[in-house]
């Protein structure tokens, strides 16, 4: 599936910009589809259907009168309506305007319609997206079954084989994922425990490591782990000289040490070799809806540290779980604003451009997987972010529609000017503080 890492190595600033450039088009494109098609739907002809801002690169007109067409850059995108004053759907063009099929022409309901769509196309996007990955991949079985074990290094114990179905681990029955947190509380973090398994209908006991051992499944973009080098299958054998023995075990070394140098000794495929990682402060969300800041290396660790045999996931329990996520992350996202915006945790939380950027890259990097969940996120973000009563954001648009609705008539044109003007500033100050983190601030 990691086909991403097939493309030839060009350097990492190449596989930065593709990647964001490449998301960042997609996400675009969907949501401006949103605006677009909703618009056909109610009566409202387009002009223009652009990827990119400035130079026309690419360009056809379809049967219906509407141009699509690819700019230079492509950092954005755009629908003109016919009759739009611009690009951005503000004002008229002082000729067609009033007609029933352009946007300041047709009815309230089908302009308020036409907005909305595209956050809504974008959270769409990402329910669909993490509901093919789940489709797609499946859940494991229950009982946990083993498909495939990773290499390990000689002083592990592991006597797993795959297609063993796993009973219980130290007595106790891992019972994923409902109960499996809970469960692994109850074991020790020791080198060898004892696997209770069943194989070719013979049950056994047979030694193994943790069920979720200091394994490094997954990099977190721009953290200390990913700047240092880590691997996707690293495992951790010992932090400043004591060995570790499950991902709980890595967590305290971490949480004792805080922001200091960390020697790592690492087994990589079939070799050893030393690390030395600086833990970062990051903001992690708390039970209580709070976030507090905890030095982390970056380094995550979701699951068991075999492949399980897996299960189909029907459609309907996909798109549910989907829509969950996107609604989580959408919470997550706010409150994470909000705590910046009171000062409980560190403005660098908030990344820019380049932060986007280089976080696309190391996603794509880590494989398909990683930078398909990347772009239904930040389809997710992206689409919050354009709901945010701001002018000039489709939630600014709909504050506008909101005002018609209560009053009769739309705000003057005089007043457009202003609020659009003022919300051009808010998003040019926002976006060259984010910058200034991305490269000054926050490095």
Known sequence: MDFINFIPNFGSPILTIGAFVLA????????????????RWSGIDAEVFSIGFGPVLWSRMDRRGTRWQVAAFPLGGFVKFLGDGNAASVGGDG????????????????????????????????????????????????????????????????????????????????DFPEGFRDALGQLPSVAELDYEIERDGTRMTVPGPHPTPSLVQSIT???????????????????????????????????????????????????????????????????????????????????????????????????????????????QSLNGLWHII?????????????????????????????????????????????LFPIPILDGGHLVFHAWEAVTGKPPSDGALRILMAIGLSLIGTLMIFAIANDLFLCP
């Open 95 to 174: 000729e067609t305007e009033k007609a029933r099929n352009t946007m300041l022409g047709a009815p309230l309901w089908a302009r308020a319609a036409t907005v909305a769509a595209g956050p809504i196309f974008n959270f769409i996007l990402s329910m669909l997206v993490f509901a093919a990955l789940l489709v797609t991949l499946g859940q494991p079985l229950k009982p946990l079954t083993v498909s495939e074990l990773p290499d390990w290094p000689e002083n592990r114990a592991l006597e797993l084989q795959a297609g063993d179905t796993i009973l219980r681990v130290e007595g106790v029955a891992l």
């Open 24 to 39: 960042l088009s997609i996400i675009v494109a969907i949501h401006e589809y949103g605006h677009y098609i909703v618009g």
């Open 342 to 386: 009171t000062g409980a945790i560190s403005t660098c939380n908030l990344s820019g451009p380049v932060g986007i950027a280089e976080t696309a890259g190391s996603m794509a990097s880590q494989g398909l997987e990683s930078f398909i969940t990347f772009i239904a996120v930040m389809s997710t973000a992206i689409g919050l972010l354009n």
């Open 221 to 331: 973009p721009r953290s200390a782990a990913d700047d240092a080098g880590l691997r996707i299958g690293d495992l951790v054998l010992s932090m400043n000289g004591t060995p570790v023995y499950s991902f709980a075990d890595m967590v305290e070394v971490v949480n004792a040490t805080g922001p200091q140098p960390i020697s790592l000794e690492i087994w990589r495929d079939g070799a050893m070799r030393q690390e030395v990682i600086t833990p970062r402060m990051a903001a992690i969300p708390q039970p209580n809806g709070s976030m507090i800041e905890e030095p982390k290396l970056g380094i995550g660790n979701g699951g068991l540290f075999f492949e399980p045999k897996t299960m189909s996931v029907g459609l309907w329990e996909a798109l549910t779980l989907g829509a969950q996520q996107v609604w989580f992350i959408i919470v």
